[in-house]
């Protein structure tokens, strides 16, 4: 019985660090082609929606 405990920990950990949900490339796909900043958009930019966290997607 101890180890279905270790296999499920095992089994969640390998669901949070899968590769495809964390990737950078996601959230540029999410931005419309834009960049994500900290924040605001730079004075050459404009926001053009926003990405995850605190971040802007700016064109």
Same mark, same amino acid.
């Given at each position: 019985? %101890?180890? !279905?405990? !270790?296999? #499920?920990? !095992?089994?969640? +950990?390998?669901?949070?660090?899968? =590769?495809? +949900? ?6 540029? #796909? ?6 994500? *900043? #900290?924040?605001?958009? =730079?004075? *050459? +930019?404009v %926001?053009?929606?926003?990405? #995850? ?5 700016? %064109?």
């Amino acid at each position: 019985m %101890k180890i !279905l405990y !270790l296999l #499920f920990s !095992l089994f969640f +950990l390998a669901l949070q660090v899968s =590769p495809g +949900l964390s990737s950078p490339r996601r959230e540029m #796909f999410f931005c419309r082609g834009g960049s994500c *900043h #900290f924040g605001g958009c =730079p004075i *050459h +930019l404009v %926001k053009v929606g926003s990405c #995850f966290g605190f971040r802007s997607c700016c %064109k």
